[in-house]
């Protein structure tokens, strides 16, 4: 019923348009065409008179009216170091621009209303000014070289890349329909090689798992994570695209430069208030009055919950992607928190490395025969805490401690090379206890002939065995047994299943 009126208002007034210019071409005719023209011509120049003032007026309302929201102005000022310089500059622009608009406007609608065609009026035949030219030419030339070169030292100052003796830290930005990739360097401080040939589902970067600075690397991708920085610290973003152009923006450090891909860009900024600072600065009270400075920051962040508090405590800092990339450009947003560099560095041990936690042990993986010193310390603290959750517990069944990382050859009783380390943890608790003795069992799943499934296992046992012996373990504490598939834990209607009963275990028989 709505879209009915409004179809039916809109016909409305077409036909009323339609009526009126038909009044009007009718009144020409009885009056006389340049009657009417010069009659028009006075309405719409003295309209033009009138309107000059009403749209200046409002011009400049509105500019101050929204520049807080729409111009950054008020408590918005940046949030970065080099935000100021560029502010600067903006000031500086608005203010010539802001003149040129205001003379240019005033001359528009003056000169729409002196310059009206009226009985007896010719119009002045002036070929050439020299002294016009020189005004409208020097004028703008002078300003645009003032504006050119105070932008040329910000440009110099703010685009300044990195020296290799500064103290800062580099991240990535990728863009993508419709997300940011973004990466950050492990412990080693460094961002490893990438390559778009090895994007997969997984591999999202393309990140070159052969490049070992690539193996502590941390990927956040999620909408919803939030992108961490610590305060003073210069951070230099390196900024490309996987597929369509995107922007890289962060309005309130004064930070923005296009995602190109296949042309990687960059920006340097050092951020120079946390998000808490930031907020208290928006919630901010008169110290005489006690009142708001920013009214508009105390009002409730959802009107319709009471409870979601002030605006000011729910202010973010925000990632946004200012170039229209497809249908799902909004949910580029992303929130950037700034905080004391130890909150940040707590955070950042936190986080664990893509390489680990999604593709270690994968398909993708080039190392799998291969333990890197932080997995060998982790299997170090783990063993050392189940064998010392075994010693103190009353219990048969926690006495038995499985050796997740002692594998072999399939078929074979031939010990893998990271078996050794898993073994090596083992002699060190034997050494830590000299009064423990152990049985060593083997076991297989039900897949093959039984007997064979017995013999494996304890091949395998006595391999186990053998190499304990073999790092100085008198024989006299170690028993070996092979159980084969006949002590299984787990169904062998599956795979998974059938892996949790290949296994090799230790039990503790005395301590």
């Given at each position: 019923?709505?879209?009915?009126?409004?179809?039916?208002?809109?016909?409305?007034?077409?036909?009323?348009?339609?009526?009126?210019?038909?009044?009007?071409?009718?009144?020409?005719?009885?009056?006389?065409?340049?009657?009417?023209?010069?009659?028009?011509?006075?309405?719409?120049?003295?309209?033009?008179?009138?309107?000059?003032?009403?749209?200046?007026?409002?011009?400049?309302?509105?500019?101050?009216?929204?520049?807080?929201?729409?111009?950054?102005?008020?408590?918005?000022?940046?949030?970065?170091?080099?935000?100021?310089?560029?502010?600067?500059?903006?000031?500086?622009?608005?203010?010539?621009?802001?003149?040129?608009?205001?003379?240019?406007?005033?001359?528009?609608?003056?000169?729409?209303?002196?310059?009206?065609?009226?009985?007896?009026?010719?119009?002045?035949?002036?070929?050439?000014?020299?002294?016009?030219?020189?005004?409208?030419?020097?004028?703008?030339?002078?300003?645009?070289?003032?504006?050119v070169i105070r932008g040329l030292?910000?440009?110099?100052?703010?685009?300044?890349?990195?020296?290799?003796?500064?103290?800062?830290?580099?991240?990535?930005?990728?863009?993508?329909?419709?997300?940011?990739?973004?990466?950050?360097?492990?412990?080693?401080?460094?961002?490893?090689?990438?390559?778009?040939?090895?994007?997969?589902?997984?591999?999202?970067?393309?990140?070159?798992?052969?490049?070992?600075?690539?193996?502590?690397?941390?990927?956040?991708?999620?909408?919803?994570?939030?992108?961490?920085?610590?305060?003073?610290?210069?951070?230099?973003?390196?900024?490309?695209?996987?597929?369509?152009?995107?922007?890289?923006?962060?309005?309130?450090?004064?930070?923005?430069?296009?995602?190109?891909?296949?042309?990687?860009?960059?920006?340097?900024?050092?951020?120079?208030?946390?998000?808490?600072?930031?907020?208290?600065?928006?919630?901010?009270?008169?110290?005489?009055?006690?009142?708001?400075?920013?009214?508009?920051?105390?009002?409730?962040?959802?009107?319709?919950?009471?409870?979601?508090?002030?605006?000011?405590?729910?202010?973010?800092?925000?990632?946004?992607?200012?170039?229209?990339?497809?249908?799902?450009?909004?949910?580029?947003?992303?929130i950037i928190e700034i905080v004391?560099?130890?909150?940040?560095?707590?955070?950042?041990?936190?986080?664990?490395?893509?390489?680990?936690?999604?593709?270690?042990?994968?398909?993708?993986?080039?190392?799998i025969d291969i333990l890197f010193?932080?997995?060998?310390?982790?299997?170090?603290?783990?063993?050392?805490?189940?064998?010392?959750?075994?010693?103190?517990?009353?219990?048969?069944?926690?006495?038995?401690?499985?050796?997740?990382?002692?594998?072999?050859?399939?078929?074979?009783?031939?010990?893998?090379?990271?078996?050794?380390?898993?073994?090596?943890?083992?002699?060190?608790?034997?050494?830590?206890?000299?009064?423990?003795?152990?049985?060593?069992?083997?076991?297989?799943?039900?897949?093959?002939?039984?007997?064979?499934?017995?013999?494996?296992?304890?091949?395998?046992?006595?391999?186990?065995?053998?190499?304990?012996?073999?790092?100085?373990?008198?024989?006299?504490?170690?028993?070996?047994?092979?159980?084969?598939?006949?002590?299984?834990?787990?169904?062998?209607?599956?795979?998974?299943?059938?892996?949790?009963?290949?296994?090799?275990?230790?039990?503790?028989?005395?301590?």
């Open positions: 019923m709505t879209a009915l009126f409004a179809i039916l208002s809109i016909a409305m007034i077409a036909i009323i348009l339609v009526q009126v210019g038909k009044v009007t071409e009718l009144a020409a005719k009885i009056k006389g065409e340049d009657e009417s023209m010069y009659e028009s011509n006075n309405r719409n120049g003295l309209a033009m008179l009138i309107f000059m003032p009403i749209f200046l007026v409002a011009c400049v309302v509105s500019a101050l009216y929204y520049k807080d929201y729409m111009l950054q102005y008020g408590p918005h000022t940046p949030a970065s170091a080099h935000g100021a310089e560029l502010d600067s500059l903006f000031n500086i622009t608005l203010f010539f621009t802001g003149i040129v608009f205001i003379l240019t406007h005033i001359a528009l609608f003056w000169f729409a209303y002196k310059y009206r065609k009226r009985r007896n009026n010719v119009g002045l035949y002036m070929p050439h000014n020299n002294t016009l030219e020189l005004v409208w030419t020097l004028v703008p030339a002078v300003v645009m070289s003032f504006l030292v910000a440009w110099n100052e703010v685009m300044a890349d990195v020296t290799e003796d500064e103290d800062y830290i580099e991240i990535e930005a990728t863009g993508m329909q419709f997300a940011w990739l973004m990466r950050y360097p492990g412990p080693d401080g460094a961002l490893g090689t990438k390559d778009f040939r090895k994007i997969t589902a997984i591999n999202q970067l393309g990140q070159d798992w052969e490049d070992n600075k690539n193996l502590d690397d941390i990927v956040s991708s999620a909408p919803g994570e939030v992108i961490k920085l610590p305060i003073g610290k210069k951070v230099r973003v390196r900024i490309t695209a996987r597929d369509v152009l995107h922007n890289f923006d962060l309005p309130h450090f004064r930070v923005k430069m296009d995602a190109i891909p296949g042309l990687p860009t960059y920006f340097v900024f050092t951020p120079s208030i946390t998000t808490q600072e930031y907020r208290e600065r928006l919630g901010a009270l008169d110290e005489r009055t006690g009142e708001p400075l920013y009214p508009q920051w105390h009002e409730l962040y959802d009107p319709e919950d009471p409870e979601s508090g002030p605006r000011w405590k729910n202010f973010n800092f925000e990632l946004a992607c200012a170039e229209l990339c497809g249908k799902g450009h909004y949910s580029m947003r992303r004391p560099y130890e909150d940040w560095k707590e955070w950042m041990d936190g986080q664990n490395s893509f390489y680990f936690s999604s593709v270690r042990n994968t398909a993708e993986d080039p190392h010193p932080v997995e060998k310390q982790k299997m170090s603290e783990d063993f050392k805490a189940k064998t010392e959750k075994a010693l103190a517990s009353n219990e048969a069944a926690d006495k038995i401690i499985r050796l997740d990382n002692v594998t072999f050859e399939t078929g074979s009783a031939r010990l893998s090379g990271i078996s050794t380390i898993e073994l090596d943890n083992l002699v060190s608790v034997l050494t830590a206890y000299p009064n423990m003795t152990i049985e060593l069992g083997g076991h297989t799943d039900n897949t093959g002939n039984p007997d064979n499934n017995m013999s494996l296992s304890d091949s395998r046992a006595q391999a186990t065995y053998n190499y304990l012996v073999g790092k100085g373990i008198d024989s006299g504490r170690l028993a070996a047994v092979g159980y084969g598939q006949t002590r299984p834990v787990e169904t062998n209607d599956t795979e998974d299943g059938r892996q949790k009963n290949r296994r090799t275990e230790f039990k503790i028989l005395t301590q």
